[in-house]
């Protein structure tokens, strides 16, 4: 009798770290620092040190990008999978069409991944990435 309790009560256990494990797993985090104003889903961010957060291990994801621990712009994305690691941290900026610089893309240091954040124009041509 003791022993099916003793197995019933491991079960349990080992449901609940995989459980607690597999929810950590899908939610991130990660710092950014933009060196100048751009815009992302209409919303204009100053210069300045950021956290994007988002729930789900994508692809596709919602980012809530915060600063000073207040959230300031939500934005879809999708979460691409890298074969590396990214040597730091950077923030790919695109020129709109209407001369507009928008955060189009984001990648963490020692990461294998990277947010490629929804609401860029589809004219955009490229800018210079900014760390």
Known sequence: MKSSLTFKATVLLLALAFGASAFAASAGKGDFQISEKVQISGTT????NYTAKW???GPAVQVNIVRNGKTVATVPAKLIQSDRKAANDSSEI????SGDRELTAIHFSGKRYALELGGASANSKPAESMK
């Open 94 to 97: 695109q020129t709109a069409a």
């Open 55 to 57: 729930d789900g291990s």
């Open 45 to 48: 961010l100053p210069a300045g």
